[in-house]
């Protein structure tokens, strides 16, 4: 198994990329890694390391895209960086089978469409992170970004790309389906979300239908269904308020001498929950409905989080998701073509 990782564009670039990566390589058996970048501060950071030469290699790509660059127009002039180069390395090598990158989330997207393709028979790929929930679960956000516009058949398509991610990653046998709304009650949301509840209520999934923002950590979800500027939204907003919540704790316990004496006996309690909040151990976002694995690491990875967005490749490469994904759109196409002329 060969992953190619695009080594630069994150704020910790490229030594959090290629700890990371070496520590995957260390860990598992069986696996390659080839980082692109600027070769001569890649092979400095590797050269901190021990490790299997044979395992690892360097693409040298001198140019990095920026946050603040047009995602299109940077694909298309920046063929010498990093993310172009490892896109470029995964559409033509058959036995690179996955990437990473911490860079521009809209390069990221763009590179997948134009350089690697997507799916046949997706209409829009989407991006879906991995959230911690109540009891030490996790739930899957579709999508989070990707496509702030949509219409009725995207939210479809991604409810079922996400169904086959977490039953064939994860193994969650039969994932609850919540669609994210402004109530519970059916007849709730706008005109978006009232089309995409009728369509998802006729599919043979578990949809339980509507879901509002409140209960996305509540455990009793598997995946949420959004487009991608609500899906954003309800995103930052539960980072924010966790980062809040985390803070203002550990304020109050520096507060006074009793709250420190107090937070001795709790400290196992809140390392398991800082644990459980921390989005470095859940990997990164992939890009699903791509004809290749491309995971969307966190801009500001550290290697304990490149190593995750690894380990999640790992998995969806041996569940062989993007074939999954194909089949199990192809399955319910005469379904979804039925509900459409209905409608």
């Known amino acids: 198994m060969k992953i190619v990782i695009d080594a630069f564009g994150g704020d910790n670039s490229p030594q959090a990329q290629v700890r990371g990566g070496i520590d995957f390589i260390n860990e598992t058996t069986g696996t390659e890694i080839v980082f692109t970048g600027d070769s001569e501060q890649l092979n400095a ?20 895209i920026s946050n603040d660059e047009s995602p299109t127009a940077a694909i298309r002039a920046k063929k010498e960086s990093s993310m172009v ?35 046949n028979g ?26 702030v516009d949509c219409r009725a058949e995207f939210l ?50 578990n949809f339980a239908g509507n879901m509002e923002a409140r209960d996305a950590l509540s455990g009793e979800y598997d995946i949420l269904v959004a487009d991608g500027f609500v899906g954003n939204v309800l995103l930052k907003s539960t980072e924010g308020a966790a980062m ?17 004496f107090g937070a ?13 909040m921390d989005y470095n151990a859940y990997g990164g976002a992939p890009f699903l409905g791509i004809s290749k694995v491309v995971v969307k690491a ?13 380990r999640q490749v790992k998995k969806m490469v041996e569940a ?20 459409a002329n209905e409608q």
Do not use: W
Not at 45 to 59: P, Q
Not at 124 to 146: H, N, Q, S
Not at 245 to 253: N, R
């Open 156 to 205: 479809t398509q991604f409810a079922l790309m996400a169904v086959c991610y977490m039953r064939s990653v994860y193994g969650v046998e039969n994932p609850r389906v919540g669609l994210v709304s402004v109530g519970v009650e059916d007849h709730k949301g706008n005109a978006l979300t009232k089309e995409v509840f009728e369509i998802l209520g006729k599919l043979p999934i």
């Open 122 to 147: 997706v209409m829009r790929p989407a991006l879906a992170p991995l959230l911690p929930t109540k009891g030490g679960g996790k739930v899957c956000l579709i999508d989070c970004g990707a496509n």
């Open 264 to 276: 001795l006996f709790m400290k196992k309690a809140f390392k398991k929950l800082k644990a459980e």
């Open 320 to 339: 062989d998701l993007p074939n999954g994904i194909k089949a199990e759109l192809e399955k319910m196409k005469e379904i979804t073509d039925e509900i």
């Open 85 to 119: 180069k490892a896109f470029d390395l995964l559409k033509t090598d058959d036995d690179i089978c996955g990437m990473i990158s911490s860079g521009s989330t809209g390069a990221v997207l763009t590179g997948a469409v134009l350089k690697v393709g997507r799916l």
């Open 298 to 310: 966190h801009g500001a990875a550290n290697p304990a989080a490149v190593l995750a967005a690894l």
């Open 45 to 64: 950071e590797l050269a901190k390391y021990k490790f299997d030469g044979s395992r690892v290699s360097v693409e040298h790509a001198p140019d990095v």
């Open 244 to 260: 809040m919540v985390m803070s203002e704790l550990k304020h109050a316990i520096m507060s006074s001498a009793s709250a420190k």
